[in-house]
């Protein structure tokens, strides 16, 4: 009896320590980066269909308000480029396609020219003097060279943030 008794003891003391309502587990913690993440826009880039077999770069970008809110950072990670090469690159406002290109965001010189390592993979980063917009339609085109302007080698529709 007292081996019934003295579980019965212990199996409450563990229901009432585990059903306590005294005890407050942390709150979910928020932090500045993830009120970011809803006003970030992406897109996933790839080679235009006209350049299959000779090129075929992919990667993603990104753009989101700076901390301040009062300009915009961009990023970008190309991969399956050719190692050594240097492509300028830039978000615009429009979609990707002929005729869909309504300038750039920003100023051209905010965006520095992509470094392929010898992985074939290159980053950049811009950082452009404008607030992050909450609607419109803006792309990011990556150039075959400096020389050759004329050539898109990789774009990718920017997706608004979710709401």
């Keep these: 009896m007292s081996t019934h008794r003295m579980l019965t003891v212990t199996f409450a003391l563990i229901a009432s320590i585990a059903c306590n309502p ?42 989101a308000p700076s901390p301040s809110g009062t300009s915009t950072t961009i990023t970008i990670n190309l991969a399956n480029a050719s190692p ?3 492509h300028p690159w830039a978000i615009h406002m429009g979609q990707c396609g002929t005729g869909m290109d309504s300038g750039v965001f920003g100023t051209s010189d905010a965006y520095k ?8 993979a290159a980053t950049g980063a811009a950082t452009v003097p404008v607030p992050t917009p909450s609607t419109g339609s803006y792309f990011v085109v990556v150039l075959a060279s400096t020389a050759n302007f004329e050539t898109i080698v990789a774009c990718g529709n920017l997706a608004p943030p979710t709401q």
Excluded: C, I, K, Y
Aim: glycine residues 10%; charged residues 10%; hydrophobic residues 40%.
């Design 84 to 86: 050594g090469g240097s």
């Design 113 to 120: 020219s992509l470094e392929v390592q010898s992985d074939g």
């Design 22 to 63: 005294f005890h407050q587990n942390q709150a979910v913690q928020v932090s500045a980066q993830d009120a970011t993440l809803n006003s970030r826009w992406h897109a996933n880039l790839a080679s235009p269909a006209s350049l299959a077999g000779a090129v075929q770069m992919n990667g993603s970008a990104s753009m």
